[in-house]
């Protein structure tokens, strides 16, 4: 079964570190993989995706990530944090066959203190 | 501005009472999803239509029935609540079900059932 794993519930961080959220993946063929960022009591916002190509791929916001097959991971990357990137991070996978449903991870809840 | 619609942002319910969520779009997505989000879980995919009439259970469809008649709405149904329904339900669109679909999410709408 594909599934998605983001170990970190929470992280914190300083305002100007740099920042990295992790995200694996469990999927026996080629995954097309996502970031999305929710803001407190706002939906979903698409950050960027990996469908091939480039393995370091960069979004919105500021943001990259980087795709490594070797060890199933999609980790995202933003450097300096900004206390505004303060939100939950959602690691998300689309699955191959007839359906193309999205499959998310659990979040990480990112805070970046002033 | 191409954007999800949801109906309503809140909404409070006794367990018994049916419940009708509303989702409308306006970009002329032919794919539209129901998810539910719970703390620690991530976001659930509960159904998804690819079109009018053509619909599909998602991971977590029992009590949950879905109605698409017109391209740009997709309703949502509680046929009698029940209190392990309180959620946030959000609706998201797609152009299609290809691998590098983007999908916007809506707002979400917040169900207590009581």
């Known amino acids: 079964a594909q599934s998605v794993d983001q170990p970190d519930a929470h992280v914190t961080l300083s305002e100007g570190a740099s920042l990295e959220l992790r995200c694996s993946y469990s999927?026996?063929?080629?995954?097309?993989l996502f970031w999305y960022v929710q803001y407190p009591g706002q939906s979903l916002q698409f950050l960027l995706k990996y469908i091939t190509g480039d393995t370091v791929v960069k979004g919105t916001k500021g943001f990259e990530a980087e795709f490594r097959k070797s060890n199933s991971s999609f980790n995202l990357k933003k450097s300096p944090a900004h206390w505004s990137d303060s939100a939950k991070y959602f690691c998300a996978l689309v699955r191959g066959g007839s359906n193309y449903k999205l499959t998310f991870g659990k979040g990480t809840l990112l805070t970046v203190t002033p | 501005d191409m954007k999800v619609t949801q109906m309503p942002r809140y909404l409070i319910k006794r367990m018994g009472e049916n419940v009708l969520l509303e989702c409308g779009q306006d970009?002329?997505?032919?794919?539209m999803y129901w998810y539910r989000q719970d703390p620690g879980l991530g976001l659930q995919l509960i159904y998804i239509?690819?079109?009018?009439?053509?619909?599909s259970e998602g991971d977590i469809p029992k009590g949950y029935r879905v109605s698409r008649k017109k391209r740009e709405h997709f309703s949502l149904i509680l046929d009698s609540a029940k209190t392990n329904q309180t959620s946030v339900y959000f609706c998201?669109?797609?152009?299609?079900?290809?691998?590098?679909?983007?999908?916007?999410f809506g707002s979400g709408t917040r169900l207590l059932v009581i």
């Open positions: 970009m002329s997505h032919e794919t």
């Open positions: 999927y026996s063929a080629a995954p097309y």
């Open positions: 239509s690819y079109d009018v009439d053509s619909n």
């Open positions: 998201a669109s797609s152009p299609g079900t290809g691998r590098n679909s983007d999908y916007t």
